[in-house]
């Protein structure tokens, strides 16, 4: 059974299949964000107006500014906020719109920078320090961005940490997209047998007082 997904998404399931059937599947449940989750949605709006129409950095968000102007002056074609979708036809990915209902996967480029041929890809992140990056979702944005821009052969990416002034980049080219792409394999196998089978089962962990899913018998209030 075919399921569109996204990075995040695959990462609840990862988390725990029964929130990701209450959130995804059933929804039944609505998970209204963090104060991290608001703070993150505004640096990313702030950091949009700033590259792509010069809006003055809010002052509560100066401290990204220096590293926002880097990126704001290098030259080329410069996507903010870019709304990317694929179709999956056998082994081959294809281009879609990001609210295409047949997209297999969907998922958002903060900042795309084309010079030509070769191209960077950024990601903001809000999070105090870069302990627990993923360069994966690089690898996935990298897979989408050289489906819809088939000019594009090189790309140099990067999680690029606002608040700790931190940069993990990785270098993707076009030939190895399948590379990329294997990682998740096993999990989107697992997510499509629960969709079949219709088993969801609770995992127990250090998240779960932090779950909407407040009839979980693993929840506990958190004090």
């Known amino acids: 059974m075919s399921v569109t997904w996204s990075y995040s998404s695959l990462k609840t399931f990862q988390q725990c299949p029964k929130k990701y059937y209450h959130l995804k599947v059933a929804k ?4 209204s964000g963090s104060q991290a989750t608001v703070y993150g949605n505004a640096v990313h709006k702030a950091a949009e ?17 220096p590293v926002l102007e880097v ?14 979708g694929l179709l999956k036809e056998g082994d081959a990915y294809k281009p879609c719109g990001f609210f295409d209902k ?24 809000t999070s105090k320090n870069a302990k627990y990056a993923d360069v ?29 002034n931190e940069f993990i980049t990785k270098d993707h080219v076009r030939d190895s997209t399948e590379e990329y792409m294997q990682p998740f394999q096993q999990d989107l196998m697992r997510l499509e047998q629960a ?12 998240l779960c ?15």
Not at 195 to 206: H, K
Request: net charge neutral.
């Open 102 to 125: 047949g997209a297999w996967w969907r998922g958002v480029a903060d900042l795309l920078i084309i010079q030509g041929n070769a191209a960077f890809s950024i990601d903001y992140k």
């Open 28 to 31: 039944d449940v609505k998970d």
């Open 49 to 65: 107006q700033y590259v792509m129409h010069r809006t003055p950095i809010p002052p509560q968000f100066a401290y990204a500014e």
């Open 136 to 164: 994966k979702q690089l690898d996935l944005i990298a897979t989408a961005l050289f489906t819809h821009f088939p000019q594009v052969q090189t790309i140099r990416s990067g999680l690029l940490f606002l608040v700790s």
């Open 195 to 206: 969709m079949e089978n219709g088993v969801w089962n609770a995992v127990s962990g250090p």
């Open 71 to 84: 990126l704001r002056d290098i030259e080329g074609d410069k996507y903010c906020e870019l709304r990317l």
């Open 209 to 223: 007082g932090w779950c909407p899913v407040k009839t979980c018998h693993n929840y506990k209030e958190r004090r």
